[in-house]
């Protein structure tokens, strides 16, 4: 099991959270986390994305009066 302090919204303060047993095989990385004073669950979500990049702005064009 893995142990890390967060901020809890239900105890209002920073205590520790312990990942539970993970069925799905994801041992100590597993998502979910689990209060030890209250028992409510957060999952913890990594997201990875891939940048978009960017597109230089054309030069605007212009013409004499």
């Known amino acids: 099991m893995?142990?890390?302090?967060?901020?809890?919204?239900?105890c209002e303060g920073?205590?520790?959270?312990?990942?539970p047993?993970?069925?799905?095989?994801?041992?100590a990385d597993c998502p979910e986390l689990v209060c030890?004073?209250?028992g409510a669950a957060m999952l913890v979500a990594m997201i990875a994305f891939r940048?978009?990049?960017r597109r230089a702005p054309r030069?605007?064009?212009r013409h004499a009066a």
């Open 14 to 19: 920073v205590v520790l959270f312990e990942t």
């Open 2 to 10: 893995s142990d890390r302090e967060l901020y809890c919204d239900s």
């Open 36 to 38: 030890t004073g209250c």
């Open 21 to 27: 047993f993970c069925g799905d095989g994801h041992g």
């Open 51 to 53: 940048p978009t990049r």
């Open 59 to 61: 030069p605007s064009h």
